[in-house]
C-alpha cells in the first residue's frame, strides 16, 4: 500500500470521445456548470435535463448527446470533486507512510474522510445511484467512485494483514464491501434525513466497525 491506489477520476467516458472539437468541448462544459448552477439554486431533484438545455442555450438534442441522462451528467459534475479527494487523501496516505503511521490508523481517517465526502456530496451521488451507473461494474472500473473507495480500503486492509496488524485469514474483498455499504447513498439519506444522525456520529460508528476487526485477532 506504500504506493496507495492509481487514481481514477469520475468521468463521463462512455459520452466524451478522446479527441473533442473545441465547439463540442465548449457546450459540454458550458452544460456541466449550467447545471452546477441550476442545481445549487434549486437542488438536483427539482432540475430535469430540459431546464438545463433552456438555461444553458442548447438544443435538446445537443444536450443528450453529450449526456445520456440526468444520472451521467451528476456523474461527470462529480469528476472534479472525486478528483481533488482522492489527491487530497493521495497526499495524507503519504504522509502517513512516511511517518510510519499503522495501516488500520490510515484506514480510520480514510473512512471518516469519506463519510464526509458522500454527504458533501450526497444529491449528485443519490441521482448517479437512482440512474443506475454505480451498478454492474467491472472489478477494474475506476472510473466510479464506488470501486476507487473499495480498491483504497482493500489495500489499506491488506496492508494491516501484512503488518501484523489484523488476523491473516481475513476476507478482505468482503470485508470492503460491508465496510462501504454502509455509505450506500441510500442509507445515509435516511440517517441524515429520517433519523437525523450527526456526521460525527455516521464516522464514529463506521469506524467502529473497522476497528472490531481487531478483535479476532486477540
Known amino acids: 500500500m506504500d504506493d496507495l491506489i492509481p487514481l481514477g477520476t469520475v468521468t463521463d467516458s462512455e459520452n466524451k470521445p478522446k479527441a473533442e ?9 458550458l452544460i456541466l456548470e449550467t447545471a452546477d448552477k441550476l442545481f445549487a439554486l434549486r437542488g438536483v431533484a427539482d432540475v430535469n435535463m430540459a431546464d438545463i438545455a433552456e438555461a444553458a442555450g442548447v438544443g435538446k438534442g445537443t444536450l443528450y448527446r453529450r449526456f445520456a441522462n440526468k444520472s451521467a451528467l451528476c456523474l461527470a459534475l462529480m469528476d472534479t470533486q472525486m478528483k481533488e479527494f482522492q489527491e487530497s487523501i493521495l497526499g495524507r496516505m503519504r504522509q502517513m507512510a512516511a511517518q510510519g503511521t499503522p495501516k488500520l490508523e490510515q484506514l480510520d481517517q480514510f473512512l471518516d ?11 449528485l451521488l443519490c ?26 480500503i482493500s489495500g489499506l486492509l491488506q496492508a494491516a494483514m501484512d503488518n501484523g496488524e489484523l488476523p491473516d485469514d481475513l476476507d478482505v474483498p468482503y470485508l470492503a464491501d460491508a465496510l462501504l455499504a454502509t455509505l450506500n447513498t441510500s442509507i445515509v439519506r435516511f440517517q441524515r434525513e429520517a433519523r437525523h444522525f450527526s456526521l460525527a456520529r455516521i464516522s464514529a460508528g463506521l469506524r467502529r466497525l473497522a476497528a472490531t476487526l481487531q478483535w479476532e485477532k486477540n
Open 127 to 152: 441521482e448517479v445511484q437512482r440512474g443506475g451507473l454505480l451498478d454492474g461494474m467491472s472489478e477494474g472500473d475506476l472510473q466510479r467512485p464506488h470501486f476507487w473507495q473499495h480498491m483504497t
Open 21 to 29: 472539437r473545441r465547439d463540442a468541448a465548449a457546450n459540454r462544459q
Open 113 to 123: 474522510a469519506l463519510v464526509y465526502f458522500v454527504d458533501r456530496h450526497l444529491p
